[in-house]
Every structure is written in structure tokens, then in C-alpha cells.
């Protein structure tokens, strides 16, 4: 499959163009011309032939094709310009704009080069004297050899300059594909460095939780233990007659006993938290502080007078939601400031998501934001997203809280 190197529509309209002048060349020259009529309805024949012939070569995609086409044509062109001797308008029109679409659809530029040496080469040979209809057609003067020599080779330098300027253009949106690719990786390794980094981070917490209860488990504790015994060994030894040590000894053990029964207390309390996970708000909050450690893109966070939790489900959609508006801002509009606020309205939270991104003229939800529609709508919400091209992207949602909460 040959690469196409140049936007269809702008060869198919050189090709009419360039058919249109040798059309209008022959409507003006008819009458200068000794001709008899029936190399009219000829002419138009295979004015015609060339015309189509010209059309259809930008579909075609086999290479073997491509060059029946173009040999064809240059049979026909040079059948064409055989009645019409010095005058070389009809000639050049037609020449020029198969030079530039041998040039643009051949793949390889040794075939352009070898291909328009070819035809520049075959345009000299044909000024030949000829002999049509029993009349000897003029030949062209050297002057005006030179000078379709001349008109052909700024055609076929421009050519391929278009040509460089179509694989640049087509090496451009390549590169910009690439980045698009690599941007969109970037931005799903990004989502998954935040759950990793919220989940690292409670973690670390936990791991930290666990330490604590050990050590105070194993000093505190222990010591106050120790102490107990030790105080009950010295009532035990001390003597009868010592009333008053007795009673100090027993208000010590007992003071001994309530320490180590609120450090038991404690750590029964702590161990529980080992387990919480980071839910709500306070999730939302770490979200947009790992994502903006992570990526540099500011965040500016508002969470108005929305409470810390909005329940188990709503929770969770709700950290799912900014997460994918943040993501999506950098995904697909390149956004630098990025607003995420919350308030409450109607037994339920408002979240808007606004960035300043490039934005779009046509909305295309993808699967993230189609699902996250789906997910906000089974909870009784909604979300709707508007863009602009040059405004970035804006998600609001209502999302109802659960009934305790609220």
C-alpha cells in the first residue's frame, strides 16, 4: 500500500484545473489552427480520457497500476499534441500536471525523478515535423522549446517541493500522534501512581500505627505490669504494724492498675484505625495533593461547606469523578490550572471540575467519562460536561448523599 503523500482533494482540483485551461486553450486557438472538425469530437475524446484517467490515479493503491495509468496518459498527451505543431499551450497544461501527479504518488523519489526526467525527456522528442490529415505541421522554434523546457522544470521543481512538504506534514502528524499516545500513557501511569501513592501513603500510616503499638506495648506496658507486681511484692513484705505504708503501697498499685488499664484502653482504640482506609474528603484532599506533587499542574481545591464523608458509595464516586476530571484535563486538553469545588445543594453535593485546557468543538465521551455518567446516575445524580474549543472542559455533577449523612 503506497503512502499517500499529498491531500487528495488538492491534486484532484490541479488535475481539473489544469484540464480546464487546456480546454479553454483549445476553445481560443480552434480557429488559428488548420484542423479539420473531426479532430474536435477527437480531441474532446481524449481530453476526456486524460481527465478521468488523472481522477482516478490518487485511489489507486497499487504501484503497477499507478504507472499504466501514467505511461497511458503520457500516450494520450502525446497524441494530443500532435495536431496542434508550434503551439505548446494545450502541451504544457496537460504535461505539467502529470509531472506533479507522477511526482506525488510514485513512493519513492528515485521513481518521481525518474518519471519526470522521462517526460521532460519525451515533450523535447516529440517536436518533431508530422504530417496529420495530409497537412505538415509546424514545428516549434528552438526559442519556444526552450521555453517549455524552462516552464516544465519550475513545474516539476515545485513538485517536489510540494512533495517535501507533504512528507513533512505527514512526518509532523506523526510526531504529534506519537506525543498523543505518549501523553495518554503518561497520564494512565499517572492514575496509577495516585492510587499507588494514596495507597503507599496509608500504608506508611498503618506500618506507623503498628510500631507505636508495639513500643508502647512493649515498654509502657510492660513497665507498668512490672510495677504492679513489684507493688504488691513490697505490700506483701512490708510490716503489719507500718499501717500507713500499707495504704500508701495499695494506692500506688492501685493508680498502677488504672495506668496500665488506659494504656490497654489506647491500644485497643489505635488498632481499629490500623485498617481505616482514607475515605471522603479527606481522600479527595491527599488525591489532588499526590496528583499535584506528581505532575506539577495546579490544583486549586474548594470544598465549600460539603461534610468530611458523604456516604460508603457517594464516597467513592466522588473521589472517582475528580480523579478522572484531572486526569481527563491533562488526557486530552493539555490543561496547566485545574478547579475542583464542592457545595452542597438539596440533600446532595455539587462537584465542578473546570480546566483550561484546549477544549473540543464536539464532545466525545471515551469510556472513563461514560462510565463515571453511568455510575453518578445508578446513586439518582447527574453529569453533565460542556466544552469549547479554547475553553477547556467543565464536568458538573450532583451527586445525593446518604440519608445519615445528610
Same mark, same amino acid.
Given at each position: 500500500?503506497?503512502?499517500?503523500?499529498?491531500?487528495?482533494?488538492?491534486?484532484?482540483?490541479?488535475?481539473?484545473?489544469?484540464?480546464?485551461?487546456?480546454?479553454?486553450?483549445?476553445?481560443?486557438?480552434?480557429?488559428?489552427?488548420?484542423?479539420?472538425?473531426?479532430?474536435?469530437?477527437?480531441?474532446?475524446?481524449?481530453?476526456?480520457? /486524460? $481527465?478521468?484517467?488523472? #481522477? %482516478?490515479?490518487?485511489?489507486?493503491?497499487? !504501484?503497477?497500476?499507478? +504507472?499504466?495509468?501514467? @505511461? *497511458?496518459?503520457?500516450?494520450?498527451?502525446?497524441?494530443?499534441?500532435?495536431?496542434?505543431?508550434?503551439?505548446?499551450?494545450?502541451?504544457? /497544461? $496537460?504535461?505539467?500536471? #502529470? %509531472?506533479?501527479?507522477?511526482?506525488?504518488? !510514485?513512493?519513492?523519489? +528515485?521513481?518521481?525523478? @525518474? *518519471?519526470?526526467?522521462?517526460?521532460?525527456?519525451?515533450?523535447?522528442?516529440?517536436?518533431?515535423?508530422?504530417?496529420?490529415?495530409?497537412?505538415?505541421?509546424?514545428?516549434?522554434?528552438?526559442?519556444?522549446?526552450?521555453?517549455? !523546457?524552462?516552464?516544465?522544470?519550475?513545474?516539476?521543481?515545485?513538485?517536489?517541493?510540494?512533495?517535501?512538504?507533504?512528507?513533512?506534514?505527514?512526518?509532523?502528524?506523526?510526531?504529534?500522534?506519537?506525543?498523543?499516545?505518549?501523553?495518554?500513557?503518561?497520564?494512565?501511569?499517572?492514575?496509577?501512581?495516585?492510587?499507588?501513592?494514596?495507597?503507599?501513603?496509608?500504608?506508611?500510616?498503618?506500618?506507623?500505627?503498628?510500631?507505636?503499638?508495639?513500643?508502647?506495648?512493649?515498654?509502657?506496658?510492660?513497665?507498668?505490669?512490672?510495677?504492679?507486681?513489684?507493688?504488691?511484692?513490697?505490700?506483701?513484705?512490708?510490716?503489719?504494724?507500718?499501717?500507713?505504708?500499707?495504704?500508701?503501697?495499695?494506692?500506688?498499685?492501685?493508680?498502677?492498675?488504672?495506668?496500665?488499664?488506659?494504656?490497654?484502653?489506647?491500644?485497643?482504640?489505635?488498632?481499629?484505625?490500623?485498617?481505616?482506609?482514607?475515605?471522603?474528603?479527606?481522600?479527595?484532599?491527599?488525591?489532588?495533593?499526590?496528583?499535584?506533587?506528581?505532575?506539577?499542574?495546579?490544583?486549586?481545591?474548594?470544598?465549600?461547606?460539603?461534610?468530611?464523608?458523604?456516604?460508603?458509595?457517594?464516597?467513592?464516586?466522588?473521589?472517582?469523578?475528580?480523579?478522572?476530571?484531572?486526569?481527563?484535563?491533562?488526557?486530552?486538553?493539555?490543561?496547566?490550572?485545574?478547579?475542583?469545588?464542592?457545595?452542597?445543594?438539596?440533600?446532595?453535593?455539587?462537584?465542578?471540575?473546570?480546566?483550561?485546557?484546549?477544549?473540543?468543538?464536539?464532545?466525545?465521551?471515551?469510556?472513563?467519562?461514560?462510565?463515571?455518567?453511568?455510575?453518578?446516575?445508578?446513586?439518582?445524580?447527574?453529569?453533565?460536561?460542556?466544552?469549547?474549543?479554547?475553553?477547556?472542559?467543565?464536568?458538573?455533577?450532583?451527586?445525593?448523599?446518604?440519608?445519615?449523612?445528610?
Amino acid at each position: 500500500m503506497l503512502i499517500k503523500l499529498f491531500p487528495r482533494g488538492m491534486t484532484l482540483s490541479i488535475t481539473c484545473l489544469a484540464h480546464l485551461l487546456a480546454y479553454y486553450q483549445f476553445q481560443a486557438e480552434i480557429g488559428n489552427l488548420p484542423l479539420p472538425l473531426k479532430w474536435v469530437d477527437q480531441f474532446y475524446f481524449l481530453w476526456g480520457a /486524460s $481527465l478521468v484517467f488523472g #481522477l %482516478l490515479l490518487p485511489f489507486c493503491r497499487h !504501484l503497477v497500476v499507478r +504507472w499504466a495509468l501514467l @505511461l *497511458f496518459r503520457l500516450c494520450l498527451l502525446w497524441i494530443i499534441g500532435l495536431p496542434f505543431g508550434s503551439f505548446l499551450g494545450i502541451e504544457l /497544461s $496537460l504535461f505539467s500536471t #502529470l %509531472l506533479i501527479e507522477g511526482i506525488l504518488f !510514485l513512493p519513492d523519489y +528515485w521513481q518521481s525523478a @525518474l *518519471f519526470a526526467g522521462g517526460v521532460l525527456v519525451f515533450m523535447l522528442l516529440v517536436q518533431q515535423p508530422v504530417v496529420a490529415w495530409g497537412m505538415a505541421m509546424p514545428v516549434p522554434s528552438p526559442y519556444d522549446l526552450l521555453s517549455l !523546457l524552462a516552464y516544465a522544470g519550475i513545474v516539476t521543481v515545485l513538485a517536489f517541493f510540494l512533495r517535501l512538504l507533504s512528507e513533512n506534514r505527514l512526518a509532523y502528524e506523526e510526531l504529534n500522534r506519537n506525543l498523543h499516545q505518549a501523553s495518554l500513557g503518561l497520564a494512565k501511569a499517572n492514575l496509577e501512581l495516585q492510587d499507588y501513592a494514596v495507597m503507599a501513603k496509608q500504608q506508611a500510616r498503618m506500618n506507623e500505627r503498628r510500631r507505636l503499638t508495639r513500643e508502647i506495648h512493649d515498654t509502657l506496658a510492660y513497665t507498668l505490669t512490672n510495677l504492679v507486681m513489684m507493688l504488691e511484692a513490697a505490700r506483701d513484705l512490708a510490716p503489719p504494724d507500718c499501717s500507713a505504708l500499707q495504704k500508701h503501697l495499695g494506692l500506688t498499685r492501685e493508680q498502677a492498675q488504672r495506668g496500665l488499664a488506659d494504656v490497654r484502653r489506647a491500644l485497643q482504640a489505635l488498632r481499629p484505625l490500623e485498617m481505616a482506609k482514607m475515605t471522603g474528603l479527606p481522600a479527595i484532599t491527599n488525591l489532588v495533593k499526590t496528583f499535584t506533587s506528581a505532575t506539577q499542574i495546579e490544583v486549586a481545591l474548594n470544598l465549600g461547606d460539603a461534610p468530611l464523608t458523604l456516604g460508603k458509595e457517594a464516597d467513592h464516586v466522588a473521589f472517582r469523578l475528580v480523579q478522572e476530571g484531572i486526569t481527563n484535563a491533562i488526557r486530552h486538553g493539555f490543561a496547566t490550572n485545574i478547579e475542583v469545588s464542592f457545595s452542597c445543594q438539596n440533600q446532595g453535593v455539587n462537584i465542578y471540575i473546570k480546566d483550561n485546557g484546549f477544549g473540543a468543538s464536539k464532545l466525545k465521551k471515551g469510556y472513563g467519562l461514560s462510565g463515571m455518567t453511568e455510575r453518578i446516575e445508578q446513586l439518582g445524580g447527574y453529569l453533565e460536561i460542556f466544552t469549547k474549543t479554547g475553553a477547556g472542559f467543565l464536568l458538573s455533577a450532583w451527586i445525593p448523599m446518604d440519608r445519615e449523612v445528610s
